[in-house]
């Protein structure tokens, strides 16, 4: 089975631009995470959906934005793209909101965002 | 606030030199502890789940234990293979949410 994948790979933006950015979760898995991790620094944590529904936020300002689609797949999207905004963008996925052994969860590659 | 901090930030062994690498937490609701490697420019990469204090898991050179405050990840005779960042992350459920805090990592370098 295919892991976690995401697109696309690089994207470099100007400031005040917007990005959509994409991820595909493995296959049975109905909860995808969204993080954000600047160079040097772990992951942190920006949106949680499961069955389509937000079921988690980070501090992250309203210019981040995200859906869950009925496949399962998610986009996450940043409006009013700042130069802070640069990072490496990773997606997980788990089988299940809390499921006990179950929260596993496993990251796709990454987009890295470089704005300008 | 919860919080993870991680032990050292970096670290250079040379091959076959054993160690450990620290990550103690202060989080409430905890779930689960879970161990990631990560290579440049690369997404993490699961290595293990631990639940509760006293549990422990191994793959191949490394072996991972949990207490009350912290969890250690022992590196038993490295390899410049194993050379990466080593990240920790707690799992934490609040109402409808999980979520995973993660620590800055250790940057791992074994040398030959």
């Known amino acids: 089975d295919a892991g976690v994948t995401q697109s696309p790979t690089h994207l470099i933006k100007t400031r005040g631009q917007h990005v959509t950015l994409r991820c595909s979760p493995i296959?049975?898995?109905?909860?995808v995470s969204w993080y954000q991790q600047v160079l040097g620094q772990g992951p942190q944590f920006i949106f949680q959906?499961?069955?389509?529904?937000?079921?988690g936020r980070g501090n992250f300002p309203d210019r981040f934005s995200a859906r869950q689609f009925p496949n399962y797949s998610s986009e996450l999207n940043v409006n009013a793209l700042l130069l802070g905004d640069s990072a490496l963008y990773l997606c997980?996925?788990?089988?299940?909101?809390?499921?006990?052994?179950?929260?596993?969860?496993?990251f796709g590659p990454g987009t890295r965002l470089t704005v300008l | 606030e919860d919080q993870v901090t991680q032990s050292p930030e970096a670290l250079r062994l040379q091959e076959g030199e054993s160690s450990s690498l620290n990550c103690s937490y202060t989080v409430s609701g905890l779930r689960g502890l879970f161990w990631y490697r990560q290579d440049p420019g690369k997404g993490p990469e699961f290595l293990f789940t631990?639940?509760?204090a006293g549990e422990e898991k191994e793959k191949e050179r490394l072996k991972a234990t949990l207490t009350k405050k912290e969890s250690f990840l022992h590196i038993t005779a490295p390899k410049p293979e194993d050379s990466a960042t080593y990240l920790c992350?707690?799992?934490?459920?609040?109402?409808?949410?999980?979520?995973?805090?993660f620590g800055t990592g250790t940057l791992l370098a074994v040398q030959p």
């Open positions: 959906y499961y069955e389509k529904e937000e079921r």
């Open positions: 631990l639940y509760s």
């Open positions: 296959s049975g898995h109905k909860s």
């Open positions: 992350a707690v799992l934490v459920y609040g109402g409808a949410t999980n979520k995973l805090i």
């Open positions: 997980a996925s788990s089988w299940a909101l809390s499921s006990g052994r179950f929260d596993e969860q496993f």
